[in-house]
C-alpha cells in the first residue's frame, strides 16, 4: 500500500518558535509537495522538489523553506512561527506525468499535520 | 489570485440527488483537469480526472463534465449516498503537472 507519511499530526508552538515538518514517502516519487490547507482558500502550494537537494518556490513560499536531503523524505521548516501560520498543512508526492501510459502525475497525499501557533 | 474558480462553497442534498460542483479556469494551457476527494482527517485522493480531448467522463456514480470552450467543468455524484459526504476539490494543470487546487466544496449528504 503507498504511503506518504507526516511525523506530526498535531503540533502547538509560539511565534517565533522554528518548526519542523517532516515527509516521508515510501514509493521513490520524484516529485514532492508541501501543500497549505485553509477554509475558503483550497489548498495552496509553499514548495515544491523534483529532485534530491532540488526545490522550488510554490505560490505562498514566504516565511517558509524547505530541505530535501533524501529521495523519500522532504521537510518543511517555518524559521520564526508567526500565527498567521497556524494552518493544516499536507504533504504529497508523484511521479512526474507522462512517466508510463497513463501517468498523469497523481498526487498522493499525506494525512496532514495541523499546526497552531500562539 | 486563485487560478482555478470553484462554486458552492458548500452544498447539502438528500440521499439519491446529484450534488453538482462547478468549476472555471482561464489557462488555456491547462490541460489535466482532476478531482480530488477529502474525508475529514484524511489527506485528498484522486477521485476522477479528464483531459480536454473529451466532453464527458464517467467513473462509477462520479461524472465530469467538460466545456472547452468556455472554460468550465463541473463534477455531478448520481444517486449520491451519505458515504459521500466529503470536501471535493477540483483541480487544473499544464504540462509540468503543477495543480493548481480550486477552493473546495463540502458536499453533506443526508440519509
Known amino acids: 500500500d503507498v504511503k506518504v507519511t507526516q511525523s506530526s499530526r498535531y503540533l502547538v508552538k509560539r511565534t517565533g518558535e522554528k518548526v519542523f515538518l517532516e515527509c516521508v514517502q515510501d514509493m521513490d516519487h520524484e516529485n514532492m509537495f508541501w501543500y497549505r490547507q485553509d477554509p475558503g482558500l483550497g489548498l495552496r502550494l509553499i514548495y515544491f522538489?523534483?529532485?534530491?537537494?532540488?526545490?522550488e518556490k510554490g505560490d505562498i513560499p514566504e516565511g517558509y523553506s524547505v530541505s530535501r536531503e533524501k529521495k523519500e523524505r522532504f521537510s518543511l521548516i517555518l524559521e520564526s512561527a508567526s500565527t498567521n501560520q497556524t494552518s493544516m498543512y499536507l504533504c504529497a508526492s508523484s511521479s512526474p506525468p507522462g512517466q508510463g501510459a497513463f501517468n498523469t502525475g497523481e498526487l498522493f497525499f499525506g494525512e496532514g499535520s495541523r499546526l497552531t501557533v500562539l | 489570485q486563485q487560478q482555478v474558480k470553484q462554486s458552492p462553497q458548500s452544498l447539502i442534498v438528500q440521499k439519491g440527488g446529484i450534488p453538482i460542483i462547478n468549476c472555471a479556469y482561464e489557462n488555456t494551457a491547462f490541460d489535466y483537469f482532476p478531482w480530488y476527494q477529502q474525508f475529514p482527517g484524511k489527506g485528498p485522493a484522486l477521485l476522477i480526472a479528464i483531459r480536454p480531448d473529451v466532453s464527458e467522463k464517467k467513473e462509477g456514480r462520479f461524472t465530469i463534465s467538460f466545456n472547452k470552450s468556455a472554460k468550465q467543468f463541473s463534477l455531478h455524484i448520481m444517486d449520491s449516498q451519505p458515504g459521500d459526504s466529503a470536501t471535493y476539490f477540483c483541480a487544473a494543470s499544464d504540462s509540468w503537472g503543477k495543480l493548481q487546487f480550486g477552493a473546495g466544496t463540502q458536499v453533506v449528504v443526508t440519509p
Open positions: 522538489s523534483y529532485d534530491v537537494k532540488m526545490k
